[in-house]
């Protein structure tokens, strides 16, 4: 049976569903909460499109193409040794502590690179598969780097773009990867390379030119065809990544989002204020520092329980990397330490959470936070500062924030900080929590405008309009 084709091709390495198997064996398939799904509904209407991507699941079950919600799925399989290898591996100890600045050390497999080779040649295969006559291919993040230039050797025909979700290193820190010039060559397969920054474009564009002496003008890279004709042309431009700011903001109006947001301060105790933080439990996140800074105000007498408590989400992450199974227990100590020291009975001074929530219940928690803490010491964008804007309809609260996300760059009129500097951090909270209200609701309102304005579907439309050069 030919396989159906289609205009618009999304690749990505996970799917936008997770598979939920019940007990009598049956299998469903739930779409994964998140903004990127929303942000591609959004650019597939009137489309047909295709999503290729991992189902998240490693083993030998090879699942067929599948139809949910409107979207054709693609599912690309990988096995253990794939997960450890392409996944675990190399995008997760390899480029990720190199895009994130060497929080912690880098490690070099070769083995690592090869499965990162092949997958990524699986991925282009399946792409390829699916992609109509000069099809639109939007292929998304680190994982994917070699895809761009393996599909253009498959199909000249199509379009192709590629979204950088993270940082894209200093030319310094990225020429220590032993495969770097295979990268660049990899992305440089596109026609547009999109990143976060400004910064990550011209960081990229910098790199193109020093390890691999390719030309560039501007925001153009040229690269050289086969056959030694004109050149091509690969726009390269900052996109900043963005969320589904009305449906969040809709669904933080919900009565019971909001009845839910008074429950939780009053089962905290009716704090003053209540301080919270929400991330993938990552090294990037700068939670050690956030804990730190939080320690110090409690031991130096300037906020206590039960008036300030502070909650933190800290969702489960790659916890079979080393690097990631250490920052958990590290925090766990901490947090032991703080509430051994800190807490009175019943009224903690931190309150970890090591799960993930609903959505309907992050939104209620973010209208609950007097102060949202985000304290990255790297990190390409932030949706979790941008989703806390967008929830708070009343103009309260206050968003503390990292210089070094890729969202400080949007929302500078927050509470900045530098996480690095322990004793400014301190000072940004104290700032935000003694701010007499009025001043903090002008602030807030000013966020707003920033965030509603330029939502995930405005982000979306940006890169199509890139890809197919009329942007
Ligand atoms: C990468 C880049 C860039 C977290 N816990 C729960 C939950 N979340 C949601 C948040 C937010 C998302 O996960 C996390 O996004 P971030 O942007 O904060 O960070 P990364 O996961 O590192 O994402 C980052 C992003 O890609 C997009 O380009 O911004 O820089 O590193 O949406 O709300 N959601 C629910 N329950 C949880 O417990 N429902």
Known sequence: MPTTVFDLVIAANRLPVDRVEHPDGSVEWRRSPGGLVTAMQSVMQGREGAW??????????????????GLHLRPVHLTQDDVAEYYEGFSNDTLWPIYHDVIVQATFHRTWWTAYERVNRRFAEAICEVAGPGALVWVHDYQLQLVPAMVRELRPDVRIGWFDHIPFPPVELFAQLPWRKRIIEGLLGADFLGFQRVADAKNFVRAARQLGG??????????PTPDGGEHRTVRVSAVPI?????????????????????EIRESLGNPTTLLLGVDRLDYTKGIRHRLKAYEELLDDGRVAPPDVTFVQVATPSRERVDAYAQLGAEV???VGRINGNHSVLGSPAIHYLHHGYPREEMAALFQAA????????RDGMNLVAKEYVACRNDAGGALVLSEFTGAYHELHQAFVCNPHDIEGLKQSIM???????PQKRRIMRSLRRRVMEHDVQR????VLANLTGTG
Do not use: C, Y
Request: avoid cysteine; glycine fraction near 12%; hydrophobic fraction near 40%.
């Open 52 to 69: 290729v991507g991992w189902t998240g699941q490693a083993g030998d079950s090879a699942e067929g193409p599948f139809g949910h919600e």
């Open 214 to 223: 390719w030309t560039s003008r501007g925001d153009t890279v040229m690269v």
């Open 242 to 262: 963005s969320v589904d700011a009305k449906g969040l903001s809709e669904l933080a109006q919900r009565p019971e989002v909001r009845a839910r947001a008074v």
């Open 332 to 334: 766990e100590g901490t």
């Open 370 to 377: 007097d102060l949202m803490l985000v304290t990255p010491l």
């Open 431 to 437: 700032r935000a929590i003694e701010m007499p209200d």
């Open 459 to 462: 982000w979306a439309e940006r």
